[in-house]
């Protein structure tokens, strides 16, 4: 199957007593047996839940994977990968990572003896200069948040296995999307998102994802996710399912006003740098045509005047674009980092990274681009 069909038809069967096209919403906690330990292959709902099973097999589908896990958020599938881990072992993530990424990594994972280091991932080297013999986990995320830098996925896993075939490698893939990009083709071992955004796309549920392509690993992750408990609920599953149906078409709506948008802001007097990866001037171009079928919903950008009430003045005035942390729904949010998403990253962290107070990130939505650009072009008089 292609992807625009995947999407609809991957992994799904219809429900065997009914025909029920969609998975009804399994709301039930238990399922009865005959005999005990004789069951239909569900017991109890943190194991397996028949709409949560739907979806799983639709997220392994979607990004070429065997195996789909679904968590009660983003976080909560990341902290499943982590606890792959034993204290003394160490990870290589990304300088640029979603500030909750960060947040976890260094003050709850820290202190149990987890070390990690963070490095510009846009050159390969500087990953594979901080590989030791303890090293088991690099963490990427491609295009980062929120300066839009690309890594190049297959050369980071394709050098990181020459060293040690059993470093893990785990791409967030949240902002690109199996639309855009499938990390588990390109060499990578663990696949997360945040389903939270694109995957549901509606803004109206959080939740996480990991997908993998290998049975081992897909029985670790499983069993972290049953005995840690940070499972996603049937009714979200089931909203997850529905807003999965329609990535490919909302994604290409996306491109195509990330693209426009991207262009009118380079092109405004009052606007300073804009961090688009379909730029040819973007520093990862190449990369990111390499890996990636387009370029995405996602642009941020610098106004020219620096001062933090220029930044307010823009964010409080735009009406299409809410004013929001969050990102991937078919409405147009506008986010300050400084204060909202990344708030949590110390600020001599910030600064070295240039996440300062005149950056600001668009998730562009699916809506009508003249009322987009007509927004911005109020917004920014
Ligand atoms: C939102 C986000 C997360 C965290 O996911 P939640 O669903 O909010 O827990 C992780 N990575 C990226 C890139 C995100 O945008």
Known sequence: MKFNTKTIHGGQKHE???????????????????????????????????????????FASIENGTH??????????????????????????????????????TRLFQKYGLKFHFVDMDNVDNVTNQITDNTKLIWLETPTNPLMK????????????????????????????????KPLDLGADIVMHSATKYLGGHSDLVMGALMVKNEKLAEELHFIQFAGGAVAGPM????????????????????ENGKAIAEYLAHHPKVGHVYYPGFKSHPNHEVAKKQMSD??????????????????????????????????GVESLVNHPVTMTHASIPEPERLKIGITDSLIRLSVGIEDIDDLISDLERALL
């Open 16 to 58: 065997p007593s009914t025909g029920s096209v969609m998975p009804p919403i399994f709301q039930t906690s238990t399922y009865a047996q005959s005999s005990p330990g004789v069951h239909k292959g569900y017991e109890y709902s943190r194991a397996a839940n028949p709409t949560r099973t739907a979806l799983e097999n639709a």
């Open 68 to 105: 789909g896990f679904a968590f009660a958020s983003g976080l909560s599938a990341i902290d499943c990968v982590l606890r792959l881990l034993n204290p003394g072992d160490e990870v290589i993530a990304g300088d640029d990572l979603y500030g909750g990424s960060y947040r976890m990594f």
């Open 150 to 181: 690309i890594a190049d996925i297959g050369a980071i896993a394709t050098q990181v296995k020459s060293i040690n075939n059993n470093i893990l490698v785990a791409v967030d893939n949240t902002f690109a999307t199996p639309y855009l990009q």
């Open 236 to 255: 979200d599953s089931f909203l997850a399912l529905r807003g999965v149906k329609t990535l490919h078409i909302r994604m290409q709506r996306h491109c």
């Open 295 to 328: 370029f995405g919903g996602m642009v941020s950008f610098r106004l020219k005047d620096v001062s933090k009430a220029a930044a307010f003045k823009f964010l409080e005035s735009t009406k299409v674009f809410t004013l929001a942390e969050s990102l991937g």
